[in-house]
């Protein structure tokens, strides 16, 4: 859930001071405000000069909660809405949609996992530009400055001429490139406030119709996630669950795909494992293995986690090489 700082544009009531006071009981997100028992809470704003607007502030953080509780659907309004809504969209690779059944599925989070120079940024790139290609609009958080418009470029089929101006018609990489907003981020609160405005967006429909958002990419979740995670308080650990649970709000709430990539670290023995630990291994809903054949552009991808796919199925893509 959302850490109260993300908050405070949307609701006034959750202001520094207020959340200054709930530091001081360890609640930084909705999550801990619903463990925090309530009765307490409401006994130590008593006991501040700031009792009426710190009460205030509880009864907004209540309000906030029921507006976000999903409504019920039984099992034929799930149905209906797999098949009307949860569209795939093709990643560009063969294999990779093969494993998935067809695509990244609309409102589920996938992410990529894998040593560095294993192919997750071109696979996200490959996945932007091709969405783009078939008319939908890509978000693309860029936490290394590892995007790069020249590759996308070459994935359109356009290696030379990028100047895009001063058509009479958009050309095939212009009409691609309008598609993908990329964002920097380097840091989880920066990610938080680009989500919490596009969730306005999209609840208000400022969105035109033809660029609705069908992909969402964090290029990586890990980097932003792994600075927070040190120290023995809670505040980390809070954080991270939360941007996985935007993250997911997100993509089932507006049929969006979200695709994140994560790294690896050494594990027991010596082998490696996906990064952020066991609460965020539960955090995805599909997880995929990228290895890198050695001296290769041969890609090897397998399943770790898929609600309807075995694990350890495995599949070959071929990586686009870019000199550029």
Not at 130 to 140: C, E, H, R
Not at 240 to 266: P, Q
Not at 298 to 321: E, F
Request: net charge negative; hydrophobic share 40%.
């Amino acid at each position: 859930m959302a850490p109260l700082k993300s908050m405070e544009k949307e609701y006034p009531l959750i202001d520094s001071h207020f959340q200054s006071f709930c530091a001081s009981h360890a609640i930084f997100s909705l999550e801990d405000f619903l463990l925090y028992d309530l009765h307490s809470l409401i006994a130590s704003a008593d006991n501040h000069s700031s009792s009426i607007t710190f009460k205030q502030g509880i009864d907004q953080l209540l309000s906030v909660i029921d507006t976000q509780l999903p409504p019920l659907m039984n099992g034929l309004q799930l149905l209906e809405d797999a098949e009307c809504n949860k569209r795939l969209l093709p990643t560009g690779f063969k294999g990779i949609d093969a494993l998935l059944g067809g695509g990244l599925r609309a409102g589920q989070l996938t992410e990529l996992v894998g040593p560095s120079s294993s192919g997750k940024t071109q696979a996200c790139l490959t996945s932007a530009s091709t969405v783009a290609k078939n008319g939908g609009s890509v978000i693309y958080f860029d936490t290394g400055n590892s995007f790069s418009p020249q590759h996308i470029a070459h994935l359109v089929g356009q290696t030379s001429g990028y100047v895009i101006g001063n058509q009479a018609e958009p050309g095939p990489l212009q009409k691609v490139m309008e598609r993908i907003i990329c964002y920097s981020v380097f840091d989880i609160y920066q990610m938080f406030d680009v989500l919490q405005q596009l969730k306005i967006n999209l609840k208000s429909k400022i969105v035109e119709p033809d660029r609705r958002v069908q992909l969402l990419i964090v290029d990586s979740i890990s980097s932003l996630i792994t600075p927070i995670l040190g120290g023995s308080g809670p505040q980390g650990h809070a954080l991270m669950i939360s941007a996985g649970y935007l993250l997911k709000k997100l993509a089932d709430e507006h049929n969006i795909a979200v695709l994140v990539t994560n790294h690896m670290v050494a594990g027991e023995g010596g082998t490696s494992k996906p990064a952020l630990g066991e609460s965020w291994k539960s955090v995805p809903h599909i997880r995929l293995l990228l290895s890198r054949e050695y001296g290769s552009n041969v890609c090897n991808v397998s399943t770790l986690k898929h609600p309807s796919v075995a694990s350890d199925r495995a599949a070959k893509c071929v990586l686009c090489i870019c000199d550029c």
